[in-house]
């Protein structure tokens, strides 16, 4: 198979187009067969259900080539399970875990011309959506909608080295208890978006969310997990209803406890314990852990042990365990890595 022409170790986070997409339409109350397309481009009626009320929810996960050639794809199952929560809470039909992992496989395979090759440091990026497709005026669910999926080729998330972040605890909240917060659609990153540029323009790289009721326990980034090392040595994770359960984070979780043998607590964790924080870092499939250095909160800075130059070392053996793990150099547990050829 040739390879596209592209600079691999160079590319960004961006979308730059592929071949084929994958394309199952939902309609009298059934998905049809779905099939891989070659048409980027969505005709949609300017009333859609997408385009009125936002009824749209999506996932995201990569294929890596690893060590001995294989192309694989990391626990799809998850994303498939995770997929159909979302749906649910927006009264959206579910697209069955078996057909998400099949329009994956198939996906993957059919632009295997650009699946970014070992060692280039770069990945492909898959992301799968469903969105209502119908006329929808008065405020109700659409009748029929999309599943689709398309891939990009990302590069290495911490090209020219690592470098840790600045965060800001945000006066802004992400999701309201009993809200949708742990669910992945797009309407949680629409009304974050004022949030994250204005982190931006104060010159933080990222918001952190505290709990709406009390501005007292922390919950997530806009979209990554916290994980955190405690002074002690021990790996502790905010429990929250209203945080996206990242694959990410309870992978890392896992990793912690069965590869390192570290102590991991999730359960909620108080702003005021930060100062107790040798190292903390952001989990999501994009970076797998990005390590923070700093947190701002109204001009009081908290200083994380691990410093400004490199990833605490905890955090660094979570993150090399998992990407060998992800890359085939380490051996997964069952059921983890999803072989496409
Ligand atoms: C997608 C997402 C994450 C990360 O989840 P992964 O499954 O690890 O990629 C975390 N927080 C939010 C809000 C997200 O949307």
Redesign the pocket.
Known sequence: MEKKNIDWSNIGFGYIQSDYRYVSNYKDGAWDEGTITTDANIVLNECAGVLQYAQTVF???KAYTTEDGRIVTFRPD??AE?LESSAKRLEMPVFPKERFVDAITQLVAANEASVPPYGSGATLYIRPYIFGTNPVIGVKPADEYQFRAFVTPVGPYFKGGVKPLTICVSDFD?AAPHGT?NI?AGL??AM?LHAIVTAHANGFDENMYLDPATRTKVE??????FLFVTKGGKVVTPKSDS?????????LVYVAQHYLGLEVEEREVLFTEMEDMAECGL????AVISPVGKIVDHGREICLPSGMTEMGPITKKLYDTLTGIQMGRIEAPEGWIHVIR
Do not use: D, F, H, Q
Not at 243 to 251: G, K, M, N, Q, V
């Open positions: 996932e995201g996960l998850l994303n995770r992400r917060g992945k949680n990153y974050s997530e980034t806009g979209g990554a997990n945080i996206l359960p990242s694959i990410t984070r309870r992978s989990c999501g499939t994009a």
